[in-house]
């Protein structure tokens, strides 16, 4: 399900709703609606194990296939094959894009309404399904654990409490060690934040970009720690520190299910680069915790990481095993909630507060939010405001990725840019005429906040009334066309969804070095 044609929709997919940006959750309530209306769910895992089947029933029954078809411009017929594509061929399960519909408005409901889907199934932990795996080893997706991350400690001083961004996603700042600061601005102006490292940052990763650069350097001392020079975010901080790049660097460790394997660094940094984790280290031991951050040794900290984490290997095990280390362990067990081998206190069941999956939460009830995953339109899109889609008719989605550019890490790289020298709109060809506009043609998108100089790329991977910018590029920051429009839940932007017009700049394509 994607408003694109990529390809993995080209190389994999059987079905394709091609659906409107930002209109996920209407789609996912009526994927609920055609499993319960035909009896294609689970009702013995339903019954047993969840609780809210009748408010979330009640929720879709009003995303009828016809309803869903005008929501998101998916034609009825292909989400009702979608259904039993899922539903007759279990196990199954579905996977949400982080890099895709969870940047939308509605997000944090999409997300459970997904995870709603999966659970009618019933395919929950069992091969092929959504698996909760217990056995694996004690690493998050930064390759730490909770004990070098000190959380015992963070919870025991009280530091959950003061965290900055509690009031603002409360949901968020309940369940997430990692700051959400998409209201960094306001948290630099009414002093919760006063100063930042950042760890290759980039103020163009925010919605309305200058007021983040204006954040940036309106604390009182702000340290940046990158590969490159950056000035639309450099040029805002008081300190550059050179980070040692992946191949002159130690840390962290790479884990690939139960393997473990050691990054050893294979060419010298050049001048004062170092790897990040010492940079890190060096700081907290320059502010008293010599101690607690292991004289700045970065190997000392990867040691005592092995040895908390009771692996049974040090550094020097790894580095005598370049292929890696398995660590025995058991990860084959099946329907875990069962046996009580997923909630903290050894009861049958999941780690809510009823013990089963909840299709209404009460966590969000009790914050004071919808317990159901409800659907609600973008803030800005043709339905929610008709009035300002007759002036930027198109729907704009951004954020999308170049896979050898890793995000914008490595848009300055001149070899890179060989294969996308600069930054384009991808339109389809009825807007592209309709618009007087040709391939490669430079064109302005803008909308009510801002606007981009862009070279047009005529193409059928964009439905028509979308067009699709890439995010990264400082010639053409598509984020200046995002509002601060946050999900009250999980605090991420809409960078999926917005209004925009296109028009023809009357200039050709300009060479690469113009940009």
């Not at 408010?55 to 292909?78: F, H, R």
């Not at 998409?182 to 970009?209: F, H, I, S």
């Not at 509002?483 to 932007?493: H, N, Q």
Request: charged content about 25%; overall charge negative.
């Amino acid at each position: 399900m994607d408003p694109r044609i990529t390809p993995s929709v080209t190389g994999l997919a059987d079905i394709h709703p091609q659906l409107r940006p930002g209109t996920d959750g209407a789609l996912a309530l009526g994927f609920i609606n055609i499993m319960i209306r035909d009896g294609l769910y689970d009702k013995d895992f339903v019954e047993n194990w969840t609780v809210g089947f009748d408010e979330l029933k009640e929720l879709a029954s009003g995303y009828t296939p016809e309803k869903v078809e005008e929501i998101t411009w998916v034609p009825k017929e292909k989400l009702e094959a979608a259904v039993r594509i899922v539903c007759e061929n279990t196990p199954a399960t579905l996977v949400s894009s982080s890099a895709g519909a969870c940047h939308a408005t509605n997000v944090g409901h999409f997300e459970r309404a997904v995870f709603s889907i999966i659970a009618l199934t019933g395919c929950i932990d069992v091969p092929g399904g959504l698996t909760m795996p217990t056995g694996g080893l004690p690493f998050d997706c930064t390759a730490s654990t909770a004990d070098f991350r000190m959380e015992k400690s963070y919870m025991e001083q009280g530091l959950q409490d003061i965290r900055p961004d509690k009031d603002d996603f409360p949901v968020w700042a309940k369940y997430f060690k990692m700051i959400q600061v998409n209201r960094l601005p306001e948290m630099v102006a009414d002093g919760r934040l006063r100063a930042g490292v950042l760890l290759g940052a980039n103020a163009m990763m925010w919605p309305q970009t200058p007021e983040y650069q204006k954040a940036i350097g309106d604390m009182e001392f702000t340290v940046a720690i990158d590969y490159y020079m950056r000035p639309w975010t450099h040029d805002y901080v008081d300190m550059i520190l050179p980070a040692a790049m992946c191949y002159k660097r130690m840390a962290p460790f790479a884990i690939f299910g139960r393997r473990i394997f050691f990054r050893e660094p294979v060419v010298k940094p050049a001048g004062q680069a170092r790897e990040d984790f010492r940079i890190i280290l060096e700081m907290g031991c320059a502010l008293g915790y010599e101690e607690e951050c292991f004289g700045g040794d970065v190997e000392a900290a990867l040691n005592d990481m092995l040895e908390k984490a009771d692996l049974g290997c040090t550094v020097d095990d790894l580095r005598a095993h370049p292929e890696g280390i398995e660590i025995p362990g058991n990860n084959k067990d099946i329907r875990k909630y069962e046996s009580g081998k997923i909630r903290k206190d050894g009861e049958p069941g999941f780690n809510t507060p009823s013990g089963k999956i909840e299709f209404v939460s009460n966590v969000l009830q009790d914050l004071g939010f919808e317990g159901r995953p409800v659907y609600e339109e973008p803030v800005y899109s043709p339905v929610s405001t008709p009035d300002l889609a007759q002036t930027y008719p198109l729907v704009l989605n951004t954020g999308g990725r170049a896979p050898y550019y890793t995000h914008s890490k490595l848009r300055n790289l001149p070899w890179l840019n060989q294969f996308m020298p600069r930054p384009v709109v991808r339109l389809h060809p009825f807007d592209a005429k309709e618009r007087g506009i040709g391939d490669g043609e430079q064109v302005r998108v803008f909308n009510q906040f801002g606007e981009v100089w862009v070279n047009a790329e005529v193409a059928n991977m964009v439905l028509p009334g979308v067009v699709d910018v890439l995010h990264g590029w400082h010639q053409a920051d598509i984020n200046l066309l995002t509002s601060r429009d946050f999900d009250p839940i999980t605090g991420l932007p809409p960078f999926r969804s917005a209004l925009c017009q296109v028009e023809s700049t009357g200039k050709g394509c300009p060479s690469p070095k113009a940009m």
